[in-house]
């Protein structure tokens, strides 16, 4: 069975003040690792995927980075408006082929 | 492009009644679509997944005949909660795929709060 976890649940930063998230996976054959923003009351918006290890993609103030077990969110110089929670998900080649897994999720808050 | 909307997004409903729940994809024809739904401070609990003329798959612990799943076309997907239970109050939440793609693309959620 596909495992996601997500650390921490909750982290809290000053504008400005860079950090990473953590995404810890374990899976039957990794097909690919989503990460989604989640604003409150909102369905999750798309970011990124990544397939391979080694594997990085950057949006803005956003990079994200995949090893063989794990996968980071690297958020450099906050701004407020980085507040959400931020998704983790892999589909793998076991089971249903479109299938994703989620984690909880990171609640991220960035305070001016 | 990879917009999907949700209608409504709140409903407020009477225990057991039924409540229909619409999911389209306004830019892109969606070869999958998929319905969720996520507690408070959970993740999201994938329900069933659904193809376009054919019956939906549904996740283990869900019930096929309180949750239908009509996709009657490339762009549209419906989810009916029927004779609803307080119990089923929660946030309901599709999604779609391109064809050729994996990303999965969300609509904006709806909240069905069952009284």
């Known amino acids: 069975e596909d495992q996601v976890t997500q650390s921490p649940e909750a982290l809290r930063l000053q504008e400005g003040e860079s950090s990473s998230l953590n995404c810890s996976y374990t899976v039957s054959g990794l097909r690919g690792l989503f990460w989604y923003r989640q604003d409150p009351g909102k369905g999750p918006e798309f970011l990124f995927t990544l397939y391979s290890a080694g594997e990085e993609k950057e949006k803005e103030r956003l990079k994200a980075t995949l090893t063989k077990k794990e996968s980071f969110l690297h958020i450099t110089a906050p701004k407020p408006e980085d507040s959400a929670t931020y998704l983790c998900?892999?589909?793998?080649?076991?089971?249903?082929?479109?299938?994703?897994?989620f984690g909880k999720g990171t609640l991220l808050t960035v305070n001016p | 492009g990879a917009v999907v909307s949700q209608h409504p997004s709140r409903v407020i409903c009477k225990s057991g009644t039924s409540v229909k729940i619409e999911c389209r994809s306004l830019?892109?024809?969606?070869?999958?679509m998929f319905w969720y739904r996520q507690f408070p401070k959970q993740s999201l609990m994938l329900m069933a997944t659904s193809n376009e003329g054919s019956k939906a798959t549904y996740e283990q612990g869900v019930e096929k005949d309180k949750f239908l799943i009509n996709h009657a076309s490339l762009t549209l997907s419906t989810l009916t909660v029927t004779s609803a239970h307080p119990e089923d109050s929660s946030f309901y939440i599709c999604?779609?795929?391109?064809?050729?793609?994996?990303?999965?693309?969300f609509g904006p959620g709806t909240r069905l709060t069952v009284l």
């Open positions: 998900a892999v589909r793998s080649s076991g089971g249903s082929n479109y299938k994703l897994t």
């Open positions: 830019d892109f024809q969606a070869t999958t």
């Open positions: 999604s779609a795929t391109r064809a050729g793609g994996y990303e999965q693309f």
